[in-house]
């Protein structure tokens, strides 16, 4: 891991040259381009950008007729407002008719720290999952955004693409091989699996640094695509490690914990602890310390592994 990059642009980047590979991509903003970095696809391709203003649920609405003639529509908002405003047309309209909409939904989890709970998005991927045909994303550093950013691009179909707005470290160099439906196996370990997605990929691996001095041996797995869940690299975690942790910016119930949970009960037994934000709105503050006080730090997650490691 080496110098951080702000997940938002390394998106906008992917974007624009995206656009210049694919005459068909077109890019819709609720007036967040600035934020969310669709502005850089909007200055090199203004004919193929379109900001809507402040009406989410119009423009999910815009994007899914777009694609019915061929286009590739990039929806662009905070995560929050595509969830909240948009979700309507996203699920009667884009997956529906099961269109080829793609939804990037930027400044998730706890990212728009200072903005507070109104901005927080701890319930997207719970509500996405569960729509039927919707595909599911959350990227961990800049070299899987670009590389996530081309493959939906290919894949036929609605999918959501979970962005933060902080700076992650770079974990994957430019060859790392980003499959649609496929976990990634980041550190090998035999003791326990750590399986994360977002930045918490980045805290897993702090963690299991750390415990390695203690002399436990943890897997770390980023389950970037978390609908269709990687079911067979679960099993196998579940069948070659004592339990499993889940990590993920986002509440304890409907996502990546519960989707990994639902596999193990049905396959393998062995414990699986969630770690998450609890049943709770959170507050505005500094990005770090509001992830410290709800429980998404490294020492919570080393905590959480060494308690299953010594009573699994």
């Not at 998730?108 to 919707?134: E, N, Q, W």
């Not at 980045?202 to 436990?216: M, R, T």
Request: hydrophobic share 45%; glycine share 8%; charged share 20%.
């Amino acid at each position: 891991m080496n110098v951080k990059v702000a997940i938002r642009d390394a998106y906008g980047m992917a974007l624009k040259e995206l656009g210049g590979r694919n005459p068909d991509v077109v890019v819709l903003d609720a007036d967040v381009s600035n934020s969310s970095k669709s502005i850089l696809f909007g200055k090199e391709y203004p004919e193929r950008f379109y900001n809507v203003g402040v009406a989410e649920a119009n423009m999910a609405g815009m994007a899914a007729g777009m694609s019915t003639t061929g286009k590739i529509p990039f929806v662009n908002t905070f995560a929050a407002f595509m969830l909240l405003r948009a979700a309507d047309p996203i699920r009667s309209l884009a997956c529906y008719g099961n269109l080829n909409v793609k939804f990037a939904g930027t400044y998730a989890g706890l990212s728009d720290s200072y903005d507070g709970a109104t901005h927080h998005t701890l319930t997207d991927i719970a509500f996405m999952r569960a729509v039927p045909r919707m595909t599911v994303v959350s990227v961990c550093d800049p070299v899987e955004t670009k590389k996530a950013v081309d493959a939906i691009a290919e894949y036929d179909g609605p999918v959501y693409l979970r962005l933060s707005r902080a700076a992650m470290p770079t974990i994957f160099d430019e060859g790392y091989d980003f499959t649609l439906g496929k976990g990634a196996v980041v550190k090998e370990g035999t003791d326990v699996t750590v399986i994360a997605t977002g930045y918490m990929v980045h805290k897993a691996l702090e963690a299991a640094e750390q415990l390695e001095d203690v002399g436990i041996s943890v897997r770390v797995v980023n389950m970037h695509t978390i609908k269709p869940l990687d079911k067979e690299l679960v099993v196998r975690c579940a069948r070659e490690t004592k339990g499993i942790v889940t990590v993920e910016e986002h509440s304890i119930y409907g996502g990546l914990g519960s989707a990994v949970a639902e596999v193990v009960g049905s396959t393998a037994r062995v414990p699986v602890e969630i770690i998450g934000v609890q049943d709770t709105f959170t507050e505005s503050g500094d990005y770090e310390t509001l992830l410290e006080k709800y429980g998404l730090s490294a020492e919570a997650i080393r905590q959480k592994v060494l308690q299953m490691a010594r009573y699994a």
